[in-house]
């Protein structure tokens, strides 16, 4: 009796091991669930040991196919008039964010986006720009929110936080969740130049103190605050809009225009914009939204682990005059990026084929898909 007891005991383990193989090596990689060999039920002496943790992220994952996956990836401008160019991009790919620019403020009233989510399989990102001074979105519908360099004169942090919580809430109740702000460059710029009055200040030790003030404000409200433009935009040359632009060389940059970004998380839970700038003894001539060395730069030396995005891929010619839409969108999220956004809508199944490519044939690595997912993922809660 006892010989077939540890017969039948053996022959379960086996079994058990086996299917466990199985899960990780067929079923996982179609779930997006990174692989992860599967532990010995037992070890010497028969000690049991330690059980994987389970991903918490699993569930969401597993309703999604794996272009639904890499669609979670992706924030695209929509049509701001009414809801249809949302719905239709929700419906046919599931995108995980849409980024609502332009004066014309439909989307956001009258439950419209309502509809948006309610097509949606996870709950979907809502992003718009609402900066204040001459970027903001929601003006015409709540009133004007003052530049940043102008809140800096007349409020204190504390007053600031107020403002953005204020401006949070109005945000939140027209289903806005992501605000591309606050600005963190440093600049003394004249106000109308491309940074100018957006900066709170020249000096990065005040530019960090309200640009806290501000996202904290904004997380206040339920509504998540996305720091930009990494690694610093203020003293750079020229205008990302019109080509690429230059940086001071890095150390320059650590002196001065990162200080902001020392010690990220006492910011609570931020995003991370990346800038098309390049720096000249880090990017070699790339922008830094398709540079992994940037993205090292903000992960290792300034210890960031939350979600990064680029800046707009479709609209900016510091990128459009380089790469085509598809290619900067898989360059960008293979050099570490986890959400490609741009502005300019459309060409969404486009994207979505080469990213399919692209994993099939390396030049997307799956690793880095699943790192991204879980990050995304993170952000809106569900793990």
């Not at 010995?40 to 002496?45: L, M």
């Not at 994952?61 to 924030?75: F, S």
């Amino acid at each position: 009796m006892r010989r077939r007891s540890i017969a039948t005991t053996l022959a379960a383990l086996a079994l058990g091991a086996m299917l466990a193989a199985t899960f990780h090596q067929e079923v996982a990689p179609k779930l997006g669930i990174p692989d992860i060999a599967a532990p010995p039920a037992a070890g010497p002496g028969g000690t049991p040991q330690a059980a994987v943790p389970t991903d918490p992220c699993s569930p969401a994952i597993a309703g999604l196919t794996p272009r639904q996956q890499l669609a979670q990836l992706i924030q695209v401008g929509v049509k701001p008039e009414n809801a249809d160019d949302a719905l239709a991009v929700v419906n046919a790919e599931q995108v995980g964010g849409i980024f609502i620019g332009g004066d014309a403020p439909g989307l956001l009233t009258g439950g419209a986006l309502a509809l948006v989510r309610a097509a949606s399989k996870l709950p979907i990102t809502v992003s718009v720009d609402d900066e204040g001074g001459r970027v903001q979105r929601i003006d015409e519908l709540e009133g004007n929110l003052p530049s940043a360099r102008a809140l800096v004169a007349a409020n204190t942090p504390e007053q600031v936080r107020e403002l953005a919580k204020t401006r949070g809430a109005q945000l939140r109740a027209r289903g806005v969740t992501m605000d591309l702000a606050p600005v963190v460059d440093t600049s003394s710029q004249p106000d109308d130049t491309v940074i100018g009055d957006r900066s709170w200040s020249d000096d990065p030790v005040v530019a960090r103190k309200y640009a806290e003030a501000f996202a904290a404000g904004l997380r206040d409200s339920g509504v998540q605050a996305v720091l930009k433009h990494f690694p610093g935009h203020g003293g750079a040359s020229g205008d990302s809009h019109q080509g690429l632009v230059t940086t001071a060389p890095l150390a320059a940059l650590k002196a001065k225009d990162l200080i902001p970004y020392q010690d990220i998380k006492t910011y609570g839970k931020v995003a991370v914009m990346v800038g098309h700038l390049d720096v000249p003894d880090l990017t070699a001539g790339q922008p830094a939204t398709l540079s992994p060395a940037a993205y090292q730069l903000l992960r290792k030396d300034y210890a960031f682990d939350g979600l990064v995005m680029t800046d707009d891929l479709g609209a900016m010619k510091a990128v459009t005059n380089l790469v085509d839409l598809p290619e900067a969108v898989r360059t960008a999220l293979a050099a570490g990026a986890d959400v490609a956004l741009w502005s300019t809508g459309g060409r969404v199944g486009e994207v979505l084929d080469g990213l399919e490519k692209a994993v099939a044939d390396g030049g997307l690595p799956k690793d880095r898909v699943a790192e991204a997912l879980h990050r995304v993922l993170r952000s809106k809660g569900l793990c």
